[in-house]
């Protein structure tokens, strides 16, 4: 199920020609009903005559306030990109999940993680071609859940 607020494009069931547009939008989720359709929203802000099919929906972007935040309300790391400080004292630049514009990146010390997953992935990471003994880091994009 796509999460409400998330912006989709809908296929164009009627199209006759190769010429006309395969989907047509944008539209907005706004509810689902009983039978795990879609009730969307257009621009205006009006709603769409009928419920959409899951099958019918190309997800164009998840509204990231309900996809990346935990039960908790903790937002979710994507992955550390760099660190600052002196050893024991370091910041870590903190790309977070659904947020990849550079501004969303944010500094944070060490007591601010839930986990040290994230940290110890990325010294993985950074420390990966300086001694052939070590075993190869985790890849960024298998960490999340």
Same mark, same amino acid.
């Given at each position: 199920m ?6 989709v494009?809908?296929l +164009?069931?009627?199209? *006759?020609?190769? #010429?006309? @547009?395969?989907y047509?939008?944008? &539209? *907005?989720?706004?509810?689902?009903t009983? +039978?795990?359709?879609y009730?969307? /929203? %257009?621009?205006?802000g009006n709603?769409?005559?009928? %419920?959409?099919a899951?099958?019918?929906l190309?997800? /164009? +972007?998840? +509204? ?11 937002? @979710? ?11 024991? $004292?370091? $910041?870590? #630049?903190?790309?977070?999940l ?5 501004e969303?990146? *944010?500094?944070?010390? @060490?007591?601010? &993680? %839930?986990?040290?997953?994230? /940290? ?9 071609? *300086?001694?052939? $003994?070590?075993p190869?880091?985790a890849?960024? $994009?298998?960490?999340i859940?």
């Open positions: 796509y999460p409400i607020g998330s912006t494009m809908i +164009n069931v009627h199209r *006759t020609s190769k #010429l006309q @547009e395969r047509s939008g944008p &539209f *907005t989720v706004s509810g689902y009983k +039978n795990k359709a009730i969307l /929203i %257009d621009p205006q709603l769409l005559s009928r %419920d959409v899951t099958h019918h190309k997800l /164009i +972007n998840a +509204n990231a306030a309900s996809q990346n935040t935990t039960k908790d309300g903790h937002y @979710e790391v994507r992955a550390i990109i760099a660190h600052r400080g002196t050893p024991g $004292n370091y $910041n870590y #630049l903190v790309h977070w659904g947020y990849d514009s550079p969303d990146h *944010t500094w944070q010390t @060490e007591k601010d &993680f %839930d986990s040290k997953h994230h /940290i110890q992935l990325y010294w993985d990471r950074r420390n990966a071609g *300086t001694n052939s $003994n070590r190869l880091p890849s960024v $994009n298998n960490t859940q």
